[in-house]
C-alpha cells in the first residue's frame, strides 16, 4: 500500500506560478510512474503530466503544455508540478497517482494509488 500526499495548492492570481508536491510513502518510489490529475467542477477528470518509472520520460497535456512541467525526486519520495502562468482555467483539485512499473505512464488507466488532492483556484 502506497500513501500520497499532495501539497502546495492555494489561491493565486492569473500569471503566478505554484509548485505542488506529493510524497509517497514507499521505500521503493523509484519503481513508481508517477502522474497528476486536475478535476474541475462539472468536468471530467483530466491527466495532465506524467513521468516514467525510470524518469528519463515525461508527458504534458496540451491544455497546460508549456506552462507545466512535472519532476521527482527519488531520493526525497517525491514527484512535483510547476505550474507557470496559471490561468483561471487552471482552477480544480489537483491529485497525483502511483503506477508500479507502469510503462504506459501517459495512459489513464493503471494508477493504482491516488492521494486526496489539493485545490488550486486561479483568479483573475
Known amino acids: 500500500q502506497v500513501q500520497l500526499v499532495e501539497s502546495g495548492g492555494g489561491l493565486v492570481q492569473a500569471g503566478r506560478s505554484l509548485r505542488l508536491s506529493c510524497a509517497a510513502s514507499?521505500?521503493?518510489?523509484?519503481?513508481?510512474?508517477m502522474a497528476w490529475f486536475r478535476q474541475a467542477p462539472g468536468k471530467e477528470r483530466e491527466l495532465i503530466a506524467a513521468?516514467?518509472?525510470?524518469?528519463?520520460?515525461?508527458y504534458v497535456a496540451d491544455s497546460v503544455k508549456g506552462r507545466f512541467t512535472i519532476s521527482r525526486d527519488n531520493a526525497e519520495n517525491t514527484v512535483y508540478l510547476q505550474m507557470n502562468s496559471l490561468k483561471p482555467e487552471d482552477t480544480a483539485v489537483y491529485s497525483c497517482?502511483?503506477?508500479?512499473?507502469?510503462?504506459?505512464?501517459?495512459?489513464?488507466?493503471?494508477?493504482?494509488?491516488w492521494g486526496q488532492g489539493t485545490q488550486v483556484t486561479v483568479s483573475s
Open positions: 514507499t521505500r521503493t518510489f523509484s519503481t513508481y510512474s
Open positions: 497517482a502511483a503506477g508500479r512499473y507502469k510503462l504506459n505512464y501517459y495512459a489513464y488507466a493503471g494508477y493504482d494509488y
Open positions: 513521468i516514467s518509472w525510470t524518469g528519463g520520460n515525461t
